[in-house]
């Protein structure tokens, strides 16, 4: 018999689990969390895409981690470890009695719009090991919470398949490889490979790190969470004051701050940043042209920044070699690979830390009348189905997709949002709507097609002069692959501050809920 549900969310990340809590809390219990892995915590998760060695978070874990106040949990220390994020979803998932309403191991393979009154949306499933066992289960709303980083990106070259030894993606941990000894190739220099790059530098014999283009990084200063800012947390309130954004500029703007949202715009401030860590890796970095080679040309926070203690240094070690080659890595052989200036190097073992597809939602949604996300969005296969094109209001509702709801959409957020701030007032909002809806009978609702249009043309104008627009990086799936393959670089994508966000989401800044979106 097909199940039937108020909900349907789909992932139990930090997104899937506060919007849970907030619908709960607005009395719609009726809910079904679909979830791909056998654990919560989505890119977290014990086992996940972020459970390779060296994972951490890079927003400190204070503001990071939501409901500290609620759950009464104290991270251990600045910058949590992906094992002790796990553990704290696990914590958060029972503290709230969130479990019973997940089916773990179930991947959604398609979500599809069917309009019938309650039973607007078609949710199928397959279990996650084998890929059999279809079963498909209809709801009114249904909410795509699986997190911007949830698809691995391999790389695109030739001959991966041949290598004799072991290789893996970051977000495919091989927990049974061992580097003890070995010779380990890493392609990448982004956030997961600097952590696995400074993790296992002393197990491995050597470590050759190919970088195409090198990283900006500050230090994290990581520390245990001092005893008085635990005793803040054990007085109550200290979570939510520091999670507090004031998006309605009651108060001064902080100024105990490296750099502001401002800063990274401005190009001469911009510049002064990246002046200063230019000269902190040089002094750092024993070899002067070892050291210039790990200094970007790019401004700071044009491609994403890494947060981790002693990255630069690592690359003293005897044991470590960068191979800096702009052109990449251009095919794989079956003992190592071949960079474009045509050296061939042999490795025992060889890492793919080649980040994600973000934003890219990895099972169709199809719409009203044949219309797809795909459609909506710009994914098409010259692109590689990334969503270079976004339309939506406020990154969350779509036009002709009644009752779907994104979480992190891209027209949403810029690289510089701490993720869960978002997720916590889009599952408010969310919670919000559903309930009202419920209350006044209402069964669809979906956004007008000028409010569609007015918010893409403010997501299209938010980009002027904006840094992201200066360099290849993911977030225009703008990389070097992309351009190598000839794809268009995106546009539609929000960059402007989160504050800003909120004045249009919460602030009603270009109209109301009611003016913006049809109900039936």
Request: aromatic share 10%; glycine share 8%.
């Amino acid at each position: 018999m097909q199940q039937q549900f108020e909900v349907i969310v789909i992932g139990s990340g930090f997104s899937g689990l506060m919007c849970t809590q907030y619908l709960k809390e607005a009395g719609i219990e009726d809910v079904r969390i679909f979830e791909m892995n056998a654990s919560v915590g989505g890119v977290w998760s014990h086992g996940g895409v972020g459970s390779y060695p060296g994972a951490a978070c890079d927003v400190p874990s204070y503001t990071y981690l939501p409901f500290l106040d609620r759950t009464g949990f104290i991270p251990s220390k600045k910058y949590v470890s992906q094992g002790e994020i796990a553990d704290y979803a696990e914590m958060l998932t029972d503290h709230f009695a969130i479990r019973n309403t997940i089916e773990f191991s179930r991947k959604v393979v398609s979500v599809d719009y069917i309009g019938q009154g309650e039973a607007a949306w078609q949710v199928t499933t397959v279990d996650t090991a084998t890929g059999a066992d279809t079963q498909t289960a209809t709801c009114q709303h249904v909410v795509s919470a699986n997190g911007p980083l949830s698809s691995p990106r391999m790389p695109e070259v030739p001959g991966m398949e041949s290598f004799k030894g072991e290789s893996f993606h970051t977000a495919l941990w091989d927990r049974s490889a061992s580097l003890k000894g070995k010779k380990v190739g890493v392609i990448g220099t982004g956030a997961s490979a600097a952590q696995v790059i400074t993790s296992i530098v002393d197990d491995v014999e050597s470590l050759a790190v190919i970088q195409r283009t090198p990283t900006w990084a500050l230090p994290r200063d990581d520390e245990p969470t001092p005893p008085e800012m635990v005793e803040e947390f054990k007085a109550g309130g200290y979570s939510e004051k520091l999670r507090y954004v004031d998006w309605k500029g009651e108060y001064p703007k902080p100024t105990d701050v490296p750099f502001t949202f401002e800063m990274l715009q401005d190009e001469e401030q911009n510049a002064k940043i990246c002046a200063g860590i230019a000269r902190s890796i040089s002094n750092e970095v024993n070899d002067p042209e070892l050291a210039k080679q790990l200094t970007p040309d790019y401004p700071f926070f044009c491609k994403r920044v890494l947060f981790i203690d002693d990255y630069y240094a690592t690359y003293n070690r005897d044991n470590v070699t960068l191979i800096n080659e702009p052109g990449g890595v251009v095919a794989i052989n079956e003992t190592g690979l071949e960079v474009a200036s045509g050296a061939k190097y042999d490795f025992d073992v060889i890492i793919y830390a080649t980040g994600f597809d973000s934003n890219f939602i990895p099972f169709p949604i199809n719409g009203r009348g044949g219309v797809s996300l795909a459609d909506r969005f710009g994914a098409v296969p010259e692109n590689n189905f990334q969503m270079t094109h976004p339309q939506s209001l406020w990154g969350i509702h779509v036009q002709d997709m009644p009752n779907m709801y994104m979480m992190i959409g891209p027209q949403s957020l810029n690289p510089v949002t701490n993720v869960t701030l978002l997720c916590e007032e889009q599952s408010r909002y969310i919670a919000k709507l559903v309930a009202q809806m419920k209350a006044d009978k209402k069964l669809e609702v979906e956004p007008t097609e000028s409010a569609v249009r007015a918010w893409t043309q403010r997501c299209n104008a938010s980009s002027e002069g904006k840094v992201w627009l200066r360099c290849n990086n993911w977030y225009t799936k703008s990389t070097k692959s992309d351009e190598q393959a000839g794809r268009p670089r995106a546009s539609g994508m929000w960059m402007e501050n989160y504050e800003s966000y909120l004045q249009h989401l919460l602030g009603e800044e270009g109209g109301a809920p009611d003016t913006l979106l049809s109900y039936s």
